[in-house]
């Protein structure tokens, strides 16, 4: 793919559309140097990104890369993998209204300080692994309205914010509450691995030669899962793990295991 051709046509979009590279970099949810090196040249954005560009700019892939023909048409299959992951919902979207954009862009220029916090905040009280959450503007919210998407799907909406400052902490004091409370939906199997990959390394002995090969994720996730559903922390995974793995070896079922579990309130 040439470079200079794709910058020359990503550049000349975004003017068209009076955009700004902070704008634009909102909205496809990358950070503003980003959109700069597209726009220079020096780099081009994978293609689950491409997909949202393409979205924002109005343009068809095929246009904003100035193809001859079409892209999923492509042999390559590393193109079409990504390209599969760019149509796949985002475990987490926050969908803001134009008045928040001033705003997220200065939290997006410090590395979103109050998102980490959120991410800090579960792990600490819960044991819960927040997954990438994809901040958007949406020009067809109300101003001061905010929407919080699990795979695209809206569970909390809030209309109307009226700030006491410029900060707006209310959207990510919600954004906590809210998958805090609904959790269980969002804890999916690669969640789950990556909570296994973590421990592994504290506690090998726990792990290594037993997960996944006698005790699955699918396993793992229906007890978490459960645990969850009735506001159980899962911070103790270690204890968890421990529990499941010498009970399941007893013959028990992970009905009657997670049971148990909830009852001794790990």
Same mark, same amino acid.
């Given at each position: ?82 390209l599969f992951r ?84 209310e959207i990510f ?14 804890? &999916? ?5 990556? *909570? ?5 390394? %504290?506690?090998?002995? $726990? !792990?290594? @030669?037993?997960?996944?090969?006698k005790l699955s ?12 559903? &009735? ?5 103790? *995974? ?5 529990? %499941?793995?010498?009970? $399941? !070896?007893? @013959? ?15």
């Amino acid at each position: 793919m040439d470079y200079q051709r794709f910058a020359a046509k990503l550049l000349k979009q975004r003017q068209q559309l009076q955009l700004t590279q902070e704008e634009l970099a909102l909205r496809v949810g990358v950070t503003p140097q980003a959109i700069s090196k597209w726009e220079r040249g020096i780099s081009l954005p994978d293609i689950e990104l491409l997909y949202q560009l393409s979205k924002v700019l109005s343009l068809s892939m095929d246009e904003l890369l100035d193809l001859p023909t079409s892209l999923t048409e492509s042999d390559n299959d590393k193109d079409k993998e990504r390209l599969f992951r760019a149509i796949l919902s985002e475990p987490i979207t926050l969908k803001v209204g134009c008045g928040f954009v001033d705003y997220l862009m200065k939290e997006n220029q410090q590395g979103f300080p109050k998102l980490q916090q959120v991410r800090i905040n579960m792990a600490k009280e819960s044991g819960y692994l927040l997954p990438t959450v994809r901040i958007l503007d949406d020009i067809t919210l109300d101003n001061h309205c905010f929407q919080i998407l699990f795979y695209d799907k809206v569970v909390y909406e809030q209309n109307n914010l009226n700030p006491s400052s410029s900060e707006y902490p209310e959207i990510f004091e919600q954004l906590n509450l809210t998958c805090t409370a609904h959790y269980e939906k969002l804890l &999916h199997r690669q969640i789950v691995k990556d *909570l296994i990959d973590n421990l592994s390394k %504290l506690y090998p002995v $726990l !792990v290594d @030669g037993y997960i996944p090969d006698k005790l699955s994720y699918a396993q793992i996730q229906f007890v978490l899962k459960s645990l969850i559903e &009735h506001k159980k922390s899962i911070r103790n *995974l270690c204890e968890i793990i421990e529990y %499941l793995e010498d009970n $399941l !070896v007893l @013959g028990k079922d992970l009905v009657s295991i997670s049971n148990e579990l909830i009852q001794l309130s790990y």
